[in-house]
């Protein structure tokens, strides 16, 4: 299993946290409109990025968030490196399983790439121009 | 000039120390070839066929002085001392070395410059009509529009991993002098009856293997919606986007399958949902950004009738290489980058030290960069034009024929690029030494000769009046020839078109004969000097053109060359 770090943390993979309910598997050619339905009742929302430049799940993140309400778990799973990090948890991601041979602890740093956005997201719900007059 | 906040600042500092870091991971053997190149174009890095290449951003084309001479000296120090202005109004370093990246990252984050998202699949630099600000048919100042958009697309946490490149170009002028028709999204800015600014937006633009001439999906959008709209264009395209093909990934291919209507309602239902969020722009904010562009004092001048100045010479760079200023007694001035001889575009350190020495004497600390590969002095006294003819002269910066056939638009091609089919540059050249004649040239009239290596266009070959494309054929370089291409509305009915080809292809040596063919077939079917040869061709069609190149007789010779350049 590939290393997850959760909560800005590195999970241990010897203490698999347990499992309550279902878990929901999104591809990035999934509609969330679809599955909006069901996101009150899943444990989790599996988001799968493919390849390193497939840029689909960050859509998919943020609709489910902004637009679908989910409120659960939200994890990245596939090929995320931590170059990934900050704009994933910008557009609402919360786990983060990283690709084989990552260094989850190196990959923390990822998070602070950055330390401001222009743009609105989930993670800043007002763009950078209307917290500036606030 | 946008002058930067700290938070500007920050973020291009934070992204050197990004780059450094990937460089790092990658020369460590952390990150893969394919990670690593995602990750390096995004920062303007390409493996060439040589060498690396760097392409720098300079915003919408606009530059000081301080910047200038730091790209001199960066060309002098980790290049050869010389540059390349590019058609996106950026500047290109042939040979920068890998590990040195970073460092000359961080120089340029010194003077407010970056290489950020100037390649790579990702938002590309906003460009605009290098007269923004100072065009007499100005309708808004474009400069405004292009800094909100650069930030909102630099670093945007859903669009950064785009199926492909994605370029976006606003035009604030009666006349079209941006393209924006071949753009993925172009804005023409635009006043309603009570005078508030609004956008006409154009979409599936672009160049490329697949040329096309963007489609309208909303003629009047009010400025505050500018963002959560495009907002909601771009999240269609990343959702839907191809991502199976790259020759079919970008927005162009989305708008032609789904159908211009179809793709109009999905970007509106989505719209539905962002429209009056908290992107939506605010009157405060444009202030904001307004005044954080440094404008020129201008001082309260006349306008001066130059005609008696009987110089050899000037009458003829002043009426091609000046042009009007919105305000009295002044003028932009065009410092040609198309010496014949040397490669369109391209410029020593030397030239540009002495450019900025030039645009600080003259023409208030600034410059541009035109998507036509030249600079722009835009903001000269009238009474100085004599002086600045003079010293740009001196430079070799002041070939008159903007506007002329000589004025070639042309990508590196072959000498430089790895994607290249043939060579572009020595066409170009070839082309400027058969009409080296000044009077010739000028009674031709406006026309624009547009040059691409391969059909990637960076040379912007569909929309030339005459375009030329390199293509391979069993390892030869041959040429297709286009006409009646034509970049935007740079006069009123004159819409954006792409070329259309004549015939087969022509070895190297035969393309200055053909142009010669084209421009005789022109000059014997103008109704007069006015008519243009874009005009000619829109009104005969192609057919008298092809026929005069490919005549029978000439159809033989032509084959004996191809044979012999083939032996």
């Known amino acids: 299993m590939a290393t997850l770090i959760k909560g800005r943390r590195v999970i241990s993979e010897s203490t698999p946290s347990p499992e309550q309910g279902e878990v929901l598997r999104l591809e990035p050619t999934d509609d969330p409109a679809a599955v909006a339905e069901r996101l009150a009742r899943v444990a989790r929302v599996e988001v799968h990025f493919p390849k390193f430049g497939d840029g689909r799940g960050f859509s998919i993140g943020r609709l489910l968030r902004e637009r679908y309400g989910y409120k659960g778990e939200l994890r990245a799973v596939g090929h995320i490196t931590r170059d990934h990090l900050f704009f994933l948890e910008s557009c609402g991601f919360d786990a983060f399983e990283l690709r084989a041979g990552e260094d989850p602890h190196a990959a923390l740093a990822g998070f602070a790439d950055f330390s401001e956005a222009y743009q609105a997201s989930v993670k800043r719900p007002l763009p950078l121009f209307r917290r500036r007059l606030a | ?567």
């Open chain 2, 1 to 567: 000039m946008y002058v930067y906040d700290e938070i500007d600042q920050r973020l291009v500092d934070e992204r050197v120390r990004q780059f450094r870091g990937q460089t790092e991971r990658f020369l460590a053997g952390q990150l893969s070839e394919e990670e690593f190149r995602a990750l390096r174009l995004r920062n303007g890095l390409y493996i060439q066929r040589y060498a690396p290449m760097l392409r720098i951003a300079i915003p919408y084309g606009l530059l000081s002085t301080p910047q200038l001479r730091k790209l001199a000296d960066i060309a002098r120090r980790y290049d050869r001392g010389y540059g390349h202005f590019s058609t996106r109004q950026n500047l290109q370093l042939n040979w920068p070395k890998l590990e040195q990246v970073p460092e000359i990252l961080a120089e340029l984050a010194t003077v407010q410059m970056h290489a950020i998202q100037t390649s790579g699949n990702s938002f590309r630099n906003v460009t605009t009509d290098h007269f923004a600000g100072v065009a007499r048919d100005e309708i808004v100042d474009s400069y405004v529009w292009c800094e909100i958009i650069r930030q909102w697309s630099t670093f945007h946490p859903e669009f950064s991993f785009l199926p492909r490149k994605f370029k976006i170009a606003v035009n604030g002028a009666q006349a079209d002098r941006a393209a924006v028709a071949v753009h993925d999204i172009g804005l023409h800015a635009l006043r309603d009856e009570k005078g508030e600014i609004g956008f006409r937006v154009l979409v599936g633009g672009g160049l490329g293997r697949t040329p096309m001439i963007g489609v309208c999906i909303r003629e009047f959008l009010p400025w505050p919606h500018l963002l959560t709209y495009l907002e909601a264009i771009l999240r269609v395209y990343n959702r839907y986007g191809r991502r199976d093909n790259i020759h079919k990934a970008r927005i162009k291919i989305l708008v032609k399958e789904r159908g211009a209507d179809k793709f109009r309602d999905e970007v509106e239902a989505e719209w539905a949902h962002l429209k009056d969020g908290p992107a939506t722009l605010i009157g405060e904010e444009i202030e904001r950004i307004a005044t954080r562009f440094t404008r020129p004092a201008y001082e309260r001048l006349g306008d001066i009738d130059l005609s008696a100045v009987t110089l050899p010479g000037f009458a003829t760079w002043l009426k091609r290489n000046v042009h009007p200023h919105k305000v009295a007694g002044y003028a932009a001035v065009t410092l040609s980058l198309k010496k014949t001889g040397v490669p369109p575009g391209d410029v020593t350190s030397e030239q540009m030290d002495a450019i900025a020495d030039l645009a600080d004497r003259y023409s208030c600390g600034e410059l541009r960069v035109s998507h036509e590969q030249n600079l722009v002095l835009a903001d000269v006294r009238q009474a100085d034009l004599v002086a600045v003819w003079r010293e740009a002269r001196a430079l070799g910066l002041a070939t008159p024929n903007l506007g002329l056939l000589t004025n070639i638009i042309s990508c590196p091609g072959g000498d430089f690029c790895a994607l290249a089919n043939a060579k572009s540059i020595p066409v170009a050249e070839a082309i400027q030494r058969r009409f080296d004649d000044l009077d010739y040239l000028h009674d031709i009239g406006e026309l624009d000769l547009n040059i691409s290596g391969c059909m990637n266009a960076c040379g912007h070959h569909h929309v030339g009046n005459i375009g030329i494309l390199g293509v391979d054929k069993n390892g030869e370089e041959w040429y297709q020839i286009e006409i009646g291409g034509n970049q935007g509305e740079i006069r009123p009915g004159l819409k954006a078109a792409l070329g259309k080809a004549i015939g087969p292809s022509f070895a190297r040596a035969e393309v200055p004969a053909v142009i010669e063919r084209l421009i005789e077939c022109y000059l014997a079917h103008r109704d007069s000097d006015a008519e243009r040869f874009i005009d000619v061709v829109n009104r005969i069609g192609i057919a008298p053109f092809k026929e005069h190149v490919y005549g029978n007789a000439d159809q033989r010779s032509s084959r004996n060359q191809r044979e012999h350049a083939l032996a």
